[in-house]
């Protein structure tokens, strides 16, 4: 048994540190989730040394940092997005986002 089994983790974060840290946690276990928006997917996607890979949205370093993970894309901006990402809150122990910081002037 891995430390992390039976927790599940919803993913909402984009580049590097935050897939990175989830990916972290699947590998030991956890049932992690990557959740993405269609009109911003993780920046990873277009990245990596195979253009072929980039351009089909499926690049080396987002297969890297997601490997071991479920995906699903949701438009929160629906009714029924809200509604499934209401049921996976509801069934998750972990959410992990990437913190978005305004000035203030």
Excluded: W
């Excluded at 009109?39 to 949205?57: C, H, W, Y």
């Excluded at 499934?84 to 000035?103: F, G, N, P, Y």
């Amino acid at each position: 048994m891995k430390p992390f089994e039976g927790i599940r983790v919803l993913d909402l974060t984009h580049v590097l540190a935050g897939p990175f840290s989830t990916f972290q946690l699947a590998t030991l276990g956890a049932d992690v989730i990557k959740i993405e928006s269609r009109e911003s997917p993780d920046m990873t996607r277009i990245e990596g040394v195979d253009q072929k890979q980039n351009e089909a949205l499926y690049g080396s370093y987002f297969q890297s940092q997601n490997a071991g993970k479920r995906g699903i894309t949701l438009n929160l901006k629906t009714d029924v997005g809200k509604q499934v990402m209401t049921r996976l809150i509801e069934s998750a122990d972990v959410l992990v986002q990437k913190l978005c910081r305004q000035r203030i002037r």
